[in-house]
């Protein structure tokens, strides 16, 4: 097979900053700290719609595929560049995770400290990892997300640091490059429906401002409508009020006072969409389907889109043919404790040919049995 080397489009891709930087908040002297992120993949369902019994055309935005696993990477080479011009040495955030993992290495990049405040017992393994190797000072507050994100905003009045959370306007800024992507990636059209998780809400403003830019600069001639996902237990907005103790599987969204509540509900209202909420039930069932039927392995706050399109495509939602597209925000390698606790465990043999047999042939049964649903 002929190979064109000079084709490839992820083999020059320059991040975000530059490849959109027209549309960004940069000038000739903003120093680019970047780890390449962006360019991720939109990839085709090939089992859900049939197993929903749909007929849509869904895509996968896999933001999983980013640097740091999560889509925070996009806001964060924004945020901690700008920080970077302004001077700052050091960055803080408050997080359920994915943001300090990225804040964190995008800041060691930078030469500049990170702080961060997480959750205590409430954060995925994977992204405590990343923050402790990047170097980040780490402290786990007696509280929950919404308390460490009131923390962090005092902290700003008393210390000369730089808020890298999504209420720093250039985080929304970076984030709307993924709808940029989309567009392109569909081959100049927006898709009919957009749909992601909802925790602090900065992502979903963040995709209908990309969308509307696009729009307003004629680069494509309609809007998506903008349906987003809370998990049951922490649905402020889809309830209508703060939830003092949040709680879902979803770490990533488990958020009871949201940061871009307001920006959110115009998201919602203008485009003509809905703001919804799924059980963790539903979650961890889509979160199993997308591992198991399509090969992408997304965390639990992510696979709250994929419930939802389950949930709507029940209603009879989704008009035939319509394009929807999914962000799969982080990366199922994010939160490997919950994967093992939801997932078969593996079998246990003796190292016995006849035995492993014995065990691989009652298995690939029960495998086939499980596959014509
Ligand atoms: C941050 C995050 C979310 C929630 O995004 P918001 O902008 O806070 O609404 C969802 N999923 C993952 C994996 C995240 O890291």
């Known amino acids: 097979m002929e190979i064109d080397i000079e084709s490839p489009h992820s083999a020059a891709w320059p991040g975000i900053i530059q490849r959109y930087k027209r549309y960004l908040p940069v000038t000739a002297d903003t120093p680019v700290i970047t780890l390449l992120e962006g360019n991720t993949p939109l990839i085709p369902a090939v089992s859900l719609p049939r197993l929903f019994g749909v007929d849509i055309e869904l895509y996968f935005k896999f933001e999983g595929m980013n640097p740091t696993g999560s889509f925070k990477d996009r806001g964060m080479t924004l945020a901690i560049s700008k920080a970077a011009e302004e001077g700052a040495e050091i960055v803080v955030c408050a997080s359920t995770g994915n943001t300090s993992a990225s804040a964190a290495a995008y800041a060691s990049r930078a030469g500049m400290i990170s702080t961060v405040l997480i959750p ?34 005092a902290l700003a009045e008393e210390r000369p640091v730089a ?3 999504s209420i720093n306007p250039y985080r929304i800024e970076g984030q709307k490059t993924g709808s940029f992507e989309i567009c392109q990636q569909l081959g100049g059209r927006p898709p009919d429906y957009h749909v992601l998780p909802v ?10 401002k990309g969308y509307r830019e696009f729009f307003y600069n004629g680069l494509i001639d309609r809007l998506p409508r903008m349906i987003g996902f809370q998990a049951a237990g922490s649905a402020p907005i889809v309830r209508g009020m703060r939830i003092d103790k949040p709680e879902t599987v979803a770490t990533a969204i488990k958020i009871g006072d949201p940061a871009s509540w307001k920006s959110a509900v115009a998201a919602r209202d203008e485009s003509g969409g809905l703001i919804e909420e799924v059980t963790d039930d539903e979650i961890t069932h889509a979160q199993k389907l997308l591992a198991s039927y399509e090969g992408v392995f997304a965390e639990p706050a992510s696979a709250a889109s994929v419930a939802g399109v389950a949930k709507l495509s029940r209603k009879g939602f989704f008009p035939k043919g319509a394009c929807v597209v999914c962000i799969l925000t982080g990366h199922g390698l994010k939160d490997p404790e919950r994967a093992i606790a939801i997932a078969e465990a593996p079998a246990r043999s003796s190292a016995n040919i006849h035995a492993v047999l014995d065990l691989l042939d009652r298995a690939v049964e029960a495998r086939k049995r499980h596959s014509n649903p």
Request: hydrophobic share 45%; with cysteine; charged share 15%.
């Open 120 to 153: 205590r017992g409430n954060i995925a393994q994977g992204k405590l990892a990343q923050a402790m190797m990047h170097g980040a000072v780490v402290v786990q507050i007696d509280g929950n997300f919404d308390d460490c994100l009131r923390l962090v905003r």
């Open 163 to 165: 808020i890298v959370n």
């Open 199 to 208: 925790g602090n809400a900065g992502n979903i403003t963040a995709y209908w």
